[in-house]
């Protein structure tokens, strides 16, 4: 069964410092799909990134970046010099792949992160 | 530039009312799903279709029922509305093809049952 583990179910921090969102999944398919999206307090919710199971190289963009590591089935998110605007809850998602090779539409995901960053 | 439509975004039923829920996307994406999140929850999902006239349920689909007649459409139905289904409830929608896409969600739906 596909799980996604989010532990930290709330973070508070000082503007400027920076902090990971610990995102731990569980599949047994050899392909598939992370995500990481954020949700505001206005509530809609944000894509941030996909990385494939085939792709283990981490990416940086900006202030944030992500760490994939498979042999810990981890996909940790930083935040660089946080800002009171990265003030959100943040989601961990996990996809199948489809029998067209992209990713299955349904996503598991995680409980979420509360991140709050005060000035 | 729509994306994905959801409407209405607040509702407020009263128990046994039905009601539906809906959503409409322009970017020709075979697969629309909707979630329902609850607060500690998460996102969890409660149907699913991967193209017109193709449905399927998620992990919480008791008390809801979909159809996908056209691509674009997929609307959720509430046919007796208790107050366990009082949730914010979003749309979503992606690509099939190719090396995959991110889904792309609606602004949500607050729906309060008393």
């Known amino acids: 069964a596909q799980k996604v583990t989010q532990a930290q179910t709330e973070i508070s921090v000082v503007e400027k410092e920076d902090v990971t969102l610990d995102c731990v999944y569980e599949?047994?398919?050899?392909?598939?799909?992370l995500f990481w999206y954020k949700q505001p307090p206005s509530g809609e919710l944000v894509f941030l990134i996909r990385r494939n199971s085939f792709d283990e190289q981490n990416e940086i963009s900006g202030r944030y970046s992500w760490n994939f590591q498979k042999s810990t089935s981890s996909f940790n998110f930083t935040i660089t010099a946080s800002q009171v605007v990265d003030s959100a809850v943040y989601f961990c998602?996990?996809?199948?792949?489809?029998?067209?090779?992209?990713?299955?539409?349904?996503?598991?995901f995680g409980k979420g992160t509360k991140l709050s960053v005060k000035p | 530039n729509a994306g994905v439509t959801q409407t209405p975004k607040f509702q407020v039923l009263k128990t046994g009312q039905s009601m539906t829920l809906q959503c409409a996307q322009d970017?020709?994406?075979?697969?629309m799903s909707w979630y329902r999140q609850d607060p500690g929850m998460g996102l969890r999902l409660i149907h699913y279709s991967v193209g017109a006239g193709i449905t399927d349920q998620g992990e919480v689909p008791n008390g809801y029922n979909v159809s996908r007649s056209t691509t674009e459409d997929f609307p959720l139905r509430l046919l007796s509305a208790a107050p366990s289904q009082t949730s914010v409830y979003f749309c979503a929608s992606s690509s099939q093809t190719g090396r995959g896409t991110e889904a792309f969600f609606g602004q949500g739906t607050r729906l309060t049952v008393v």
């Open positions: 998602a996990l996809s199948e792949a489809s029998s067209y090779g992209g990713n299955q539409g349904n996503l598991i």
């Open positions: 599949t047994r398919d050899t392909t598939y799909y």
């Open positions: 970017m020709n994406h075979e697969y």
